[in-house]
């Protein structure tokens, strides 16, 4: 699959690049098959004989198992899925209520008073302080929390932003084909190249002033292209399909066919990826946060910019940098675990 | 309102074809590679309520001919030459969108596989609708009566709840009625069946054929029937083409082609099929397959294949002769059917 064997010239960029498309296209190749006949029970069809059968009721006929359906049967035993889904809802709540969970007020330097610039520069936990404060005598707890916030704003928003512009360009490439197809993909092969985080870093920096908006446009951008060519590649699997073929023998529309018989059918895929984006989202935004290209307000509380305000006390006070880091982590392994096992229980292929 | 329609066309059978397939020619061109004639001057005609038959082994070019009438080939990598006339329209000059205003409307198509030709993600009901409201201006409220209507007619119990079930929750045969209902929703003078039968059990296939028949014969609607199945065409068609590489080799009436085949090909299609009556004869199968075809251009395709190939069969291309109702297209035509 890869190229890189053939082609030794090739930089470290592009070889990089053919391993995300591979990726992607793995993915994408889910979907053709998103039509597997489910059980088809024995027995049904009226008499021909007699057009107009009225008895209601007479066929035994159990309704067929569909994918989502029998994909959730196999989800909900599965402990990979059933942790990551406990963990993302867990952060969801915790995002959700951090106002009213937060013990005490994030912004506020309650213990500011026992900050020793040269001595003791991060006072230690205390009796309603469970996890110490940070060098402005904030309670790291509260800020912990609180901060998850806006973990889960940039996350969604960004994965959000990528989703619908990888929609857009997914379904104009998949569904006209031609040159449309041709450019459209080209542009996203040039930013699939690119690493995601030197791409998000460099959109990042272009913004004369860094806030939460660029941030989360940033990390957008960056999902774009893998979900264009994820889209792209199921909706080119789905115009070759017969129910289409049939749609264009009825004299449907284009728009129509496009909108109501490729699109549904070709977002399987890209539902699963967005799960897993929503992990990389979160990721990026810390690593960003970290490096200052967050939001400028150093007030709100952001476990990447926490990480990153850390560094200064690190050899003395670690604690200060692994409690937002664990957060960081556990949150994108829940996404990521969810993901991968809706992907797996979604793939055909490893069907039971 | 359903009923009219359809009873409205029941005596239109009249000897003005309504389709006329003059010459067609579908040429498939591979950058770097040699054109390839699937269908290579096929014309036919069909009359209004007639059953024609396109009968012919796989990649004999029967569904290519089916799906250059329906005008849905791809643009890119082919060409298609001659005419298809359409009651006075040659379908062939008609733009993209005038050709999709017909589409469903006055020609419609059946395919194979019930299961992956209706679109799993909407209700069979939904995907009646959307005919009428493309065709027929309705909009969906007032459409749903009538694609229930519909359902009933095509022998699908209880159609006001099955309208709202998705095509996994129904069983093979009752996907292929649910699609014969949407190729029919809006009356076409034409229906064209490609193989509708192959991917259903026998009984269902016999259900499907005997509802074919029966709405054909209701509404006057002419159909073409593509297939491989001889007993679908002794069952159904008043008149059968039998393709091979492309060409028609062998036309007539259904009866007089069944008891005397003239070309080796339909006598050895013919002599393929099990007989109870002849308990203990081996099956005379056709040797080879369409891979060992010849070039039409100097030569009878068939003649590797032929069980009585002559000397001249591999020096010039045989011509279609009609005589009477039948035409044939052989040098050296069986004599002893069988």
């Given amino acids: 699959m890869s190229n890189s064997d053939e ?11 053919d391993r995300r498309k591979a990726r992607i296209d793995e993915l994408a190749a889910m979907s053709a098959p998103r039509t597997a006949p489910a059980p088809v ?33 196999r989800l909900r035993r599965n402990p990979v899925f059933l942790l990551g889904l406990t963990i993302t809802v867990v952060f969801i709540l915790v995002a959700i209520f951090a106002p009213w969970i937060a013990p005490k007020d994030p912004l506020q330097g309650y213990l500011i008073d026992k900050v020793r610039p040269q001595s003791n520069p991060i006072p230690g936990p205390e009796p309603g302080f469970p996890l110490g404060a940070d060098h402005l005598g904030r309670d790291l707890m509260s800020r912990l929390i609180a901060g998850s916030r806006q973990t889960l704003i940039v996350g969604v928003l960004a994965t959000l932003g990528g989703f619908a512009g990888g929609l857009l360009l997914g379904t104009l490439a998949g569904a006209f084909g031609g040159w449309v197809d041709s450019l459209v993909m080209r542009a996203v092969d040039v930013m699939l190249s690119i690493p995601s985080l030197v791409l998000a870093l460099s959109i990042g920096a272009l913004a004369a002033r860094p806030s939460q908006w660029t941030l989360i446009i940033a990390i957008a951008v960056v999902q774009v292209p893998i979900f264009a060519r994820l889209l792209r590649g199921s909706m080119l699997a789905q115009r070759s399909s017969d129910h289409v073929l049939a749609a264009q023998a009825l004299g449907i529309r284009r728009s129509a066919i496009v909108t109501r018989h490729m699109l549904p059918n070709a977002m399987g895929p890209v539902i699963v990826q ?5 992990a990389v989202s979160i990721i990026d935004a810390a690593s960003l946060s970290f490096i200052g290209l967050g939001n400028p307000d150093q007030r709100i509380p952001e476990w990447g910019a926490m990480l990153g305000q850390s560094q200064r006390f690190i050899y003395d006070n670690p604690h200060l940098a ?23 229980a979604l793939d055909p292929k490893t069907r039971r | 309102m359903t009923t009219t329609a359809y009873a409205a066309r029941a005596d239109t059978r009249s000897d003005a074809p309504l389709l006329s397939v003059r010459d067609l020619q579908v040429t498939f061109q591979r950058r770097g590679e040699e054109p390839f004639h699937a269908v290579d001057g096929v ?25 250059a009438i329906m005008g849905l080939l791809p643009r890119r990598g082919n060409r298609i030459s001659g005419t298809v006339d359409f009651d006075g329209t040659d379908l062939l000059s008609l733009s993209d969108g005038q050709m999709r205003d017909r589409r469903g409307k006055d020609i419609a198509m059946v395919f194979q596989d019930p299961l992956s030709s209706l679109n799993p993600v909407v209700p069979v009901g939904i995907q009646v609708t959307e005919v009428l409201e493309r065709h027929r201006g309705m909009n969906r409220k007032a459409a749903m009566p009538m694609a229930a209507d519909l359902l009933k007619r095509v022998g699908i119990p209880d159609p006001d709840r099955r309208i709202k ?17 949407i190729a029919l929703a809006c009356a076409p003078r034409l229906l064209i069946a490609d193989e509708p039968t ?3 059990d026998v009984t269902i296939q016999a259900q499907i054929l005997a ?36 060409k028609i080799v062998e036309r007539g009436p259904r009866h007089p082609i069944f008891r005397t085949p003239r070309h080796p090909y339909t006598n050895g299609l013919l002599g393929s099929i099990p007989r109870l009556d002849a308990a203990g004869e081996r099956l005379t199968p056709i040797p080879g397959s369409v891979a060992d075809n010849l070039p039409w251009d100097h030569a009878c395709a068939f003649a590797p294949r032929c069980s009585q190939p002559i000397a001249v069969c591999t020096q010039t291309t045989p011509e279609l002769e009609t005589t009477g109702d039948r035409a044939l297209r052989c040098h050296n035509p069986v004599e002893d059917p069988r």
């Fill in chain 2, 43 to 67: 014309s036919f005609d069909v009359r209004p309520g007639q059953t024609v038959g396109l009968v012919g082994e796989s990649g004999c070019g029967k569904s290519v001919t089916s799906l």
């Fill in chain 2, 165 to 181: 079930d998705y095509p996994h929750q129904m069983s093979g045969g009752m996907r292929q009625r649910a699609l014969i209902a």
């Fill in chain 1, 7 to 17: 082609n030794p010239k090739k930089s470290l960029f592009s070889r990089y690049g």
């Fill in chain 1, 322 to 344: 692994y409690y937002p880091a664990i957060c960081i982590i556990i949150v994108a392994l829940g996404f990521t675990l969810m993901g991968e096992s809706l992907r797996e």
């Fill in chain 1, 274 to 278: 967005a799960t897993l984006a929503l």
């Fill in chain 2, 198 to 200: 192959t991917a259903l």
């Fill in chain 1, 41 to 73: 029970p024995v027995g049904a069809g009226g008499p021909a004989e007699d057009l107009t059968v009225h008895e209601s009721g007479t066929i035994e006929e159990k309704p067929g198992v569909s994918l989502w359906q029998s994909a959730w049967h």
């Fill in chain 2, 211 to 246: 509802l074919l028949k029966e709405l054909v014969e209701d509404t006057g609607t002419a159909l073409i029937m593509i297939t491989h199945d001889l007993g679908v065409v002794a069952g159904l068609c008043d008149e059968v083409n039998v393709l091979y590489g492309g």
